[in-house]
């Protein structure tokens, strides 16, 4: 009977799971990268730790996001990374794969690593002002982690993937907390701005319009302007009058040929740096990454 039991075992052995298969650990090199077969496929997912019907929904609505703003997301199951810390893991795949556009950095990692019971969020340059590092926490602990708690990864990560995709698609709304946030921030934002340009000008303003005998603010008013081209330009000559002690003041302003803005204050640059653009993968035959990069945004949670 002993002699049967064994045969059994060898018998059976290659094909029965074993603890070293479930658990390997995997390097950033040797993570699959699916999405370069086929640009559908947004679920690495080598030792099936999602049933194929939530991959398919995953990468189903992973494709439809890119497809409607260019936005490459990525989901990562791993049954172990050995010692690696998961922010440093997710950082370096996501540098190495180079999700996302090389200028609008709109790329987003989510990685599962199922021995450590750690879900971590990494998003681009370019996301981090849609999905926050508070934002994704609240995914995380509201939509995620509760499902699991009960060992229901499926449901777990369906849900904070639906999340995820809802606001990077503008589908779904900041509660009223991120609302009132964010308006808070554009009106620093707005405040910033006013203080930048507008109390310089309001000094410079000032400076000019002081009269230096008696020192009454916005006392002198121009009364006359004559305009002469010279060797090294245009000077502009102005009279002022002081409307308080009648002091007048005469100042002479030289205005480069190449200016063409008769402004004392020379001029003042804002710019923008705008996010955008859609790049294609290589059809469904393979798709490709942009050269997306990241600074650590996200967030990572444990259960």
């Known amino acids: 009977?002993?002699?049967?039991?064994?045969?059994?075992?060898?018998?059976?052995?290659?094909?029965?799971?074993?603890?070293?298969?479930?658990?390997?650990?995997?390097?950033?090199?040797?993570?699959?990268?699916?999405?370069?077969q086929d640009r559908r496929l947004h679920v690495s997912d080598p030792n099936g730790l999602l049933a194929t019907e939530t991959q398919a929904e995953i990468n189903r609505m992973l494709t439809l996001l890119e497809d409607s703003t260019g936005i490459q997301s990525m989901v990562v199951m791993l049954p172990s990374i050995g010692g690696e810390d998961i922010f440093d893991f997710a950082h370096n795949l996501f540098r190495h794969w180079g999700i996302g556009d090389k200028e609008s950095n709109n790329g987003m990692l989510i990685l599962y690593v199922a021995d450590q019971r750690k879900i971590r969020f990494t998003t681009g340059y370019g996301l981090e002002g849609i999905l926050p590092d508070a934002l994704c926490k609240r995914i995380q602990s509201r939509y995620m982690i509760p499902h699991f708690r009960e060992g229901n990864t499926d449901l777990g990560m369906l849900e904070g993937t639906k999340a995820v995709v809802a606001i990077l698609d503008g589908s779904m709304k900041a509660d009223s907390t991120e609302e009132e946030m964010t308006l808070w921030g554009v009106l620093l934002t707005m405040g910033v701005i006013l203080l930048i340009i507008v109390v310089p000008i309001w000094l410079i303003h000032r400076q000019e319009t002081t009269c230096p005998r008696c020192g009454k603010a916005g006392a002198l008013k121009v009364v006359s302007q004559t305009s002469t081209k010279t060797s090294?330009?245009?000077?502009?000559?102005?009279?002022?009058?002081?409307?308080s002690c009648g002091h007048t003041v005469i100042k002479e302003y030289l205005q480069s040929d190449n200016d063409d803005?008769?402004?004392?204050?020379?001029?003042?640059?804002?710019?923008?740096?705008?996010g955008g653009g859609r790049r294609g993968g290589g059809g469904f035959m393979g798709g490709f990454f942009g050269g997306g990069s990241t600074g650590g945004g996200g967030s990572t949670s444990g259960w």
């Not at 075992?9 to 699959?32: H, I, M, Q, R, W």
């Not at 803005?261 to 804002?270: A, E, F, H, K």
């Open 1 to 36: 009977m002993k002699k049967v039991l064994c045969i059994l075992v060898l018998v059976l052995a290659p094909f029965l799971p074993t603890g070293a298969s479930d658990n390997k650990a995997y390097s950033v090199e040797t993570v699959p990268n699916v999405y370069v």
């Open 232 to 243: 090294r330009g245009k000077l502009i000559r102005k009279t002022m009058l002081c409307s």
């Open 261 to 274: 803005t008769d402004s004392m204050v020379g001029g003042m640059l804002m710019g923008s740096m705008l």
